[in-house]
């Protein structure tokens, strides 16, 4: 019998069923999804469905999102997120879900797990983006992510990072639900290799798509309060529009734009992408913005952890400057202390 297994050819003697196929290469099945002939197979039915000769088969995990692992017939891809509890009593609530962290971070481009792990417990973060990609089986023992940052103790955020296309980001999210379980993702249908900026009209099939089939789209998309009204009014739970391109570092570089867009939705406003640096995160959080995700910025940084606990406090603190309003801007000075009784 032969088998497509992840895109190579592989011989085995004699048909079995998908949980002995899985057991044969050594893969634990509580950890991947597994897709026949372009039909995911459910979790409870890999003792039941048989794989034939010129089945072809792919077996995905979770990896850190952001990583720049090739996808499932796709490019690079990339990612962003990050925070930590703000206000007392200041919460931020997706879908539903409640949580007291505004941070949400991505796990990729990391040194190793170790250090991923150590950096989004210094975030505060509760919410951590994952990707989806294919199981090295040619070292299927080999630790995965879940063996270091556990679904149990944060939100894993399925996300599509390197699609191209409405159908691959689908497929892909569809995997990730049979994985691990999981409505709730985050939506990214990327334009072009150079920039890693949105593809809009593929982005809005795809969240139709999605939703259609129950998910709860928190979506990537251009900084244009058109669009994120469109994709609100379609039934996504929360925007994400880009403060810079991806992985750039360069800021928030409209800022009003995104300020017209958190006016324009009442689901939540996530800046997605281009922070670099924690005065970057607080200048999201002061324009209203209900939370951040990045990853570079906090990956790529000389001491992750310490930039972990900085962009922690700089979303404290923009959320907090928000809260308490700013200071009206003048054109002329204005004394602090008062002109009467000067000597």
């Given at each position: 019998?032969?088998?497509?297994?992840?895109?190579?050819?592989r011989?085995?003697?004699?048909?079995?069923?998908?949980?002995?196929?899985l057991g044969?290469?050594?893969?634990?099945?509580?950890?991947?999804?597994?897709?026949?002939?372009?039909?995911?197979?459910?979790?409870?039915?890999?003792?039941?469905?048989?794989?034939?000769?010129?089945?072809?088969?792919?077996?995905?995990?979770?990896?850190?999102?952001?990583?720049?692992?090739a996808?499932?017939?796709?490019?690079?891809?990339?990612?962003?997120?990050?925070?930590?509890?703000?206000?007392a009593g200041?919460?931020?609530?997706?879908?539903?879900?409640?949580?007291?962290?505004?941070?949400?971070?991505?796990?990729g481009?990391?040194k190793?797990?170790?250090?991923?792990?150590?950096?989004?417990?210094?975030?505060?973060?509760?919410?951590?983006?994952?990707?989806?990609?294919?199981?090295?089986?040619?070292?299927?023992?080999?630790p995965?992510?879940?063996?270091?940052?556990?679904?149990?103790?944060?939100?894993?955020?399925?996300?599509?990072?390197?699609?191209?296309?409405?159908?691959?980001?689908?497929?892909?999210?569809?995997?990730?639900?049979e994985?691990?379980?999981?409505?709730?993702?985050?939506?990214?249908?990327?334009?072009d290799?150079?920039?890693?900026y949105?593809?809009?009209?593929?982005?809005?099939?795809?969240a139709?798509?999605?939703?259609?089939?129950?998910?709860?789209?928190?979506?990537?998309?251009?900084?244009d309060?058109?669009?994120?009204?469109?994709?609100?009014?379609?039934?996504?739970?929360?925007?994400?529009?880009?403060?810079?391109?991806?992985?750039?570092?360069?800021?928030?570089?409209n800022?009003?734009t995104?300020?017209i867009?958190?006016?324009?939705?009442k689901?939540?406003?996530?800046?997605?992408?281009?922070?670099?640096?924690?005065?970057?995160?607080?200048?999201?959080?002061?324009l209203?913005?209900?939370?951040?995700?990045?990853?570079?910025?906090?990956?790529?940084?000389?001491?992750?952890?310490?930039?972990?606990?900085?962009?922690?406090?700089?979303?404290?603190?923009?959320?907090?400057?928000?809260?308490?309003?700013r200071?009206?801007?003048?054109?002329?000075?204005?004394?602090?202390?008062?002109?009467?009784?000067?000597?």
């Amino acid at each position: 019998m032969k088998l497509v297994i992840n895109g190579e050819e592989r011989s085995f003697s004699a048909s079995m069923t998908v949980e002995a196929l899985l057991g044969e290469l050594g893969v634990d099945s509580r950890k991947v999804a597994v897709e026949r002939n372009l039909e995911i197979v459910p979790k409870s039915s890999y003792a039941q469905v048989a794989v034939n000769d010129g089945d072809k088969l792919e077996i995905v995990a979770f990896i850190g999102g952001g990583s720049s692992a090739a996808g499932i017939g796709s490019g690079p891809s990339a990612a962003g997120i990050g925070s930590g509890p703000s206000a007392a009593g200041d919460t931020f609530t997706v879908a539903g879900k409640t949580f007291t962290s505004r941070l949400l971070v991505g796990t990729g481009k990391y040194k190793d797990f170790e250090e991923t792990a150590v950096a989004i417990e210094a975030s505060g973060a509760e919410i951590v983006t994952v990707a989806v990609r294919r199981v090295n089986l040619s070292d299927p023992t080999k630790p995965m992510l879940v063996d270091y940052v556990s679904p149990k103790k944060y939100t894993f955020l399925p996300n599509t990072a390197g699609c191209y296309t409405a159908d691959e980001s689908v497929r892909t999210l569809r995997l990730a639900r049979e994985a691990g379980g999981w409505n709730l993702v985050k939506l990214e249908v990327l334009g072009d290799q150079t920039t890693l900026y949105p593809n809009m009209p593929e982005t809005l099939k795809a969240a139709e798509a999605l939703i259609k089939d129950g998910f709860e789209v928190m979506v990537y998309c251009s900084d244009d309060p058109i669009q994120a009204k469109m994709l609100e009014d379609m039934g996504c739970v929360a925007i994400m529009p880009l403060g810079s391109l991806i992985g750039s570092g360069l800021g928030i570089l409209n800022p009003t734009t995104i300020r017209i867009i958190k006016e324009t939705v009442k689901v939540p406003v996530l800046v997605d992408a281009g922070v670099g640096t924690a005065s970057d995160a607080a200048v999201a959080m002061e324009l209203g913005c209900d939370g951040v995700l990045m990853n570079t910025a906090i990956a790529h940084a000389r001491d992750p952890v310490r930039m972990a606990r900085a962009m922690k406090l700089a979303i404290e603190a923009g959320r907090l400057s928000y809260l308490a309003g700013r200071m009206a801007k003048k054109s002329y000075a204005d004394p602090s202390s008062p002109t009467s009784g000067l000597i």
